[in-house]
């Protein structure tokens, strides 16, 4: 709950209003079954009918002034609600923005996305509830007390007896609840992980006929959260019987006891009245306090997992190395004795998944890195653009460790298209500049070196065509075209493509690859491929094998010494030698 008080702290005032407004509607609350009292015992035996219109005049306006103060304050508690709940959102959004690649992997994005959605709506509804009922409760309950002691101090020690017995029980049952709301968050982690690949992968599960196999799938996720919120359930709704049962027996010992005085003459109607409209006020204060409390359960549980996301350390600082004074030319990108493991510690050489990599590339120069499935083409782009930290070695960028340079400098000097990138239901002008200050001749020039133009012209809207989610009405071809203008545009000064060409035939692929050498000169690119013919006019390349580097040269200097890449260029395209 500290999260909670951390992010309230700025409405400290605005609460204090809304919660002065909730005191004021709540005295009026109190006050109008001591009036009921006042009028059967002192203004009703006189028969007079005037004092009884003023005094009933008394009562309408606590009533309309109980009910005005209460909606005041009820809409002023929704508004910090919404507030502080926006301002959770956005610092989760941000710290989810920043984490680096192994704290995305350990949080995993199912559990990210449920965090920002579900546990955000949990305190949502805590701040709401602690606003409106958290002060009324208690205050219906204490004041209760205190009056119904002036009016009838033995029926008053029924109500002394009954609150240890339902403290205890509400203490009891808000301790079970904690944990086992952790547990249902945990299985909605799982169920969102389960709906989220199904979606994103339907055609393959329709295109497989494995439909009713992920139904199942699917079932079985949802049985074992509908499991865990069954038994977080039983425990924390046991509460409101047994405290009716508690409260009822209560209530009926108070008409049985104060019918008994009424007829000994120890007590007055009004007073018997009156004390009964209490006992039910105070009745229904216990249950909001139980309610309040088990939906304190359920925020507390929401705002350790948020907290956990929000406090996680920030693992790509800007770190202080002293470097050696480079002598000579400088390469633009240089990987010295790289080794990294998504899950190892340095000298944990057994789970590394690339070990011991150096390479240098100057500007304007080219590398394409070829290898088998798995072999670590797609870490090294992670490991340079940093979204993981090497587990030893050193990356350098123009002579400097990319340790030591700002994550937004050093990303903005990137242009990228990953494997599996992303085209967003915006407009085709928009994927391209994507928020960055392009003119459009910038997007457009791009787009013709990408050979996108011709295909985003011929859409209904040119540029401004509204692309699908995920580009879903973009062939696979038209996509990667896309996205490479994407990269090219703005000119950058390192390109990234990572087997960016999958989709795209020979002749589409040799023609951008033919624009890239022609227009982007000083531009050092960077060609991950699984086709021997994308990576051959390569300054360099690098041939990776169980995460190792078995050669590194041009096409023609490997052709002679790495047989691999000899294997490699042979099969794919015949003998070329």
């Known amino acids: 709950m500290k999260l909670i008080a951390r992010y309230c702290k700025p409405y400290a005032w605005r609460m204090l209003g809304g919660l002065a407004i909730k005191i004021l509607g709540t005295f009026a609350d109190l006050g109008l079954p001591w ?42 508690a929704s508004l910090v609600a919404r507030d502080v709940t926006r301002t959770i959102r956005h610092d989760l959004f941000v710290k989810t923005m920043g984490l680096s690649g192994s704290q995305t992997d350990h949080f995993h994005i199912p559990s990210l996305v449920s965090r920002m959605t579900s546990d955000t ?17 208690p205050m219906i309950l204490c004041g209760g007390i205190l009056i119904t002691a002036t009016l009838e101090p033995v029926l008053t020690l029924v109500l002394v007896i009954l609150l ?25 982690d799982s169920m969102v992980r389960i709906m989220r690949e199904n ?16 139904k199942e799938r699917f079932a079985a996720a949802n049985r074992e959260m509908v499991s865990r919120e069954l038994s977080a359930g039983h425990v924390m709704s046991l509460s409101g019987p047994v405290m009716s049962l508690i409260l009822n027996i209560g209530l009926t010992l108070v008409v049985v006891v104060g019918a008994y005085r009424v007829n000994a003459g120890a007590s007055e109607p009004g007073k018997i009245v009156a004390f009964l409209s209490y006992f039910t006020m105070i009745l229904n204060a216990v249950m909001m306090i139980n309610r309040i409390f088990m939906v304190i359960s359920k925020a507390t549980a929401s705002a350790a997992r948020i907290g956990e996301v929000l406090d996680a350390p920030n693992e790509l600082l800007v770190e202080k190395i002293e470097e050696e004074r480079s002598v000579g030319k400088v390469p633009h990108i240089e990987f010295r004795n790289v080794s990294f493991g998504y899950h190892a510690k340095a000298g944990e050489a057994e789970k590394y998944c690339i070990q011991n990599i150096s390479f240098q590339i100057y500007a304007g120069e080219s590398l394409g890195i070829i290898g088998a499935t798995g072999s670590g083409k797609t870490t090294i782009l992670n490991l340079l653009m940093r979204f993981y930290d090497v587990t030893e070695g050193q990356i350098f960028i123009d002579g400097v460790d990319i340790r030591t340079i700002p994550l937004t400098e050093l ?3 990137f242009g990228v298209v990953f494997q599996n ?34 295909f985003i012209l011929a859409k209904e809207n040119g540029f401004g065509h509204v692309a699908a989610i995920k580009g879903a ?3 696979g071809g038209q996509r990667q075209r896309l996205l490479v203008t994407r990269a090219l545009a703005g000119t950058p000064e390192i390109l990234i493509l990572d087997d960016a060409s999958s989709a795209l035939d020979y002749r589409t692929d040799a023609a951008i690859r033919k624009n890239i050498r022609e227009h982007y000169q000083k531009t050092t690119t960077i060609l991950v491929a699984q086709r021997a013919s994308s990576v051959m006019q390569m300054t360099h390349i690098l041939v990776l094998d169980g995460g190792e580097c078995i050669g590194y040269g041009t096409h023609e200097e490997l ?12 099969l794919q395209m015949g003998d070329v030698e």
Request: hydrophobic letters at 45%.
């Open 35 to 76: 009036v009921l009292a006042y009028i059967l015992d002192n203004v009703v035996p006189g028969e007079r009918i005037v004092p009884v219109l003023y005094w009933g005049a008394f009562m309408f306006f606590l009533a309309i002034a109980a009910r005005t103060l209460n909606i005041i304050a009820n809409r002023m």
């Open 121 to 137: 709506y949990n305190i949502h509804q805590v701040i709401g509830m602690i606003q409106r009922l958290g002060v009324r409760a």
């Open 164 to 188: 240890p017995v339902l403290s205890v029980l509400i203490f009891y049952i808000s301790r079970k609840g904690i944990p086992l709301y952790k547990r249902v968050q945990s299985a909605m």
């Open 199 to 214: 979606i994103s992968g339907i055609r393959v599960i329709k295109a497989l006929s494995k439909t009713e196999h992920e």
């Open 411 to 413: 990303r903005c000097r």
């Open 421 to 454: 990138d992303v085209v967003f239901a915006d407009s085709l002008s928009e994927n391209i500049s994507f928020g960055r200050e392009m003119s459009e001749e910038e997007v457009v020039q791009a787009s013709e070196y990408a050979l996108a133009k011709d």
């Open 473 to 475: 009405d973009l062939s």
């Open 559 to 570: 052709l002679e010494s790495c047989e691999v890449y000899r294997e490699l260029t042979t």
